[in-house]
């Protein structure tokens, strides 16, 4: 189905459960019809959008293109996701990702769908989309989690390639680092920065996807929170999604995605919900703020959005009917 008839159907899904007796009462009379399906479609029509971390136009191009399509949200999150994955550019996901301590590049990611299924695998080595594994963890396995070596197994038996991830550019950084070997997160972008994915289709249902080659110059076996159920990436799809970027030891610690989705639950707004779940990790940490970012997106089920930060830099890509866009995200910051 065209995603055109297909926004149509579903408008007039909505109106026919939202008003079934009227609708009914109406059908020999075409042109009241016609007036009460057009303003019924203002309210109802349900509007894909996808948005993600960070400046990441094609990753939520090829999001869009799916979405605009007719395409599932799932399969949005999975494809968008995949496109960093392969940007050997970029050194904080997937290819190219900078390494650990010891020089090995080792992947995190999640994926969860709208029937609250959720797939994820930690410390993934020489697999370079991490986010197609996740999804078969999710759709193939009886788990939820896998890991390591068990990790890089499965996605082998199934056909993934193995290569080295590790590119001259990033290997060049971890000599470097190697010079000094001292840990100091830089703010904006503190050596990382995930990308985390949420879209809604034309059907109206939210999935989201998150992945990382996590901090830079991490301890062997340190493992983040964008693998993590509720704190790099929660949905629900009665309520909406979150996901989060930065230091992943504060989200974990907050649980911050999860937090977002049951504050929108309570009806606070997507953007009110990323502040509030900011808010508690700065609360925690007066002290120390200068050290890390922290930066958190949101949608609800009527496709509005919402981010934060604690710091100013971060930003958001969004791609709706009208345009894809990269906007500067509010922050924590400059509202204190
Ligand atoms: N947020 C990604 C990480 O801390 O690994």
New binding site residues.
Partial sequence: MKRRDFLHATSLTGIAVASGTALLSCENRETEAEASVANAEASFKITPIAIATWNVPDAVGKAWEILSDGGKALDAIEQGCRVEEANAEGQSVGIGGLPDRDGNVTL?ACIMNSEGDYGAVVYLQNIKHPISVARKVMEETPHVLMAGKGAEQFAVSLGFEKENLLTEASRKAWEEWKVTSEYKPVINIEN?D?IGMLAMDAAGNISGGCT?S??AYKMAGRV???PIIGS?LFIDNEVGGAT??????E?LKTVGSFLIVELMRQGMSPQKACEEAIGRIVSKNKERLGDFQVAYIAMNKKGETGSYAIHPGFSVTRATEEEITNTNSKHYISDN
Avoid: N
Avoid at 244 to 249: P, W
């Fill in positions: 995190d990382h995930t990382t996590g901090l983040g929170d964008s790099g989060a970027t930065g230091m992943g030891e989200v």
